[in-house]
């Protein structure tokens, strides 16, 4: 007998600030931005969502606040038993922002598509596999479409599983990554931060409810 909807959940996880410390620009504003996804295991179909939100312009010592479609990492049902991988980088723009505005539908496509297929091509994958599968095809995706994009402009990246199961019904979080120069790869409880070229902090909250 095929397995009910009372066996799963909707998960929602969102972006919902980004505090930068100090810029990776020594002579103004970033334009920070955040390019990857999300993806289920093979027991909840391997849904995957793409995320790429459009630059934002952020100073030293600013706090934004992120709302909106554009930040929803993921959102959709998952089995109890199954999980959510995060794979996401966040990025300074260096490119011309209008060509970025002209082929963002484009953009967003292309990177649909490469992590639909990256996720889908795992039949039993092992902890971190379907993040790490999102964060290689996000490059190539990208500039198939943008060419300029440069990955010398990453400042941080995270990995992170979502168990569906540890997490209650209702807003769990807000939750903070940490990273910047000196630690691009993101903890969540990092503490004592030293001076870096570039230190941001970027809040999540992960919402459970029944499935729909």
């Known amino acids: 007998m095929a397995d009910s909807s009372d066996n799963q959940k909707h998960?929602?996880?969102?972006?919902?600030?980004?505090?930068?410390?100090?810029?990776?620009?020594?002579?103004?504003?970033?334009e920070f931005y955040v390019a990857g996804g999300a993806g289920t295991g093979p027991r909840s179909g391997s849904k995957s969502k793409a995320i790429l939100?459009?630059?934002?312009?952020?100073?030293?010592?600013?706090?934004?606040?992120?709302s909106g479609d554009e930040y929803v990492i993921f959102d959709d049902n998952v089995y109890v038993d199954d999980f959510v991988e995060i794979?996401?980088?966040?990025?300074?723009?260096?490119?011309?922002?209008?060509?970025?505005?002209?082929?963002?539908?484009?953009?967003?496509?292309?990177l649909t598509g490469a992590i639909g297929t990256a996720v889908g091509s795992l039949a039993t994958p092992a902890v971190g596999a379907v993040a790490g599968a999102i964060l290689a095809a996000t490059p190539p995706a990208l500039i198939k479409v943008l060419a300029t994009i440069d990955k010398d402009d990453i400042l941080g990246t995270v990995q992170k599983?979502?168990?569906?199961?540890?997490?209650p019904d209702g807003r769990s979080g807000p939750f903070t990554w940490k990273?910047?120069?000196?630690?691009?790869?993101?903890?969540?409880?990092?503490?004592?931060?030293?001076?870096?070229?570039?230190?941001?902090?970027?809040?999540?909250?992960?919402?459970?409810g029944p499935a729909t």
């Open 11 to 30: 998960v929602k996880i969102a972006l919902t600030s980004v505090y930068c410390r100090d810029t990776e620009d020594i002579t103004g504003a970033d």
């Open 179 to 208: 990273f910047s120069d000196k630690k691009p790869n993101i903890t969540e409880k990092a503490e004592g931060l030293a001076w870096s070229d570039w230190d941001y902090e970027v809040d999540y909250v992960i919402d459970v």
């Open 87 to 110: 794979g996401l980088e966040f990025c300074d723009k260096d490119f011309n922002e209008d060509d970025f505005d002209a082929k963002y539908v484009a953009l967003v496509s292309a």
């Open 161 to 167: 599983r979502v168990n569906v199961a540890d997490y």
């Open 53 to 66: 939100t459009k630059p934002a312009e952020i100073n030293s010592r600013q706090k934004k606040i992120l």
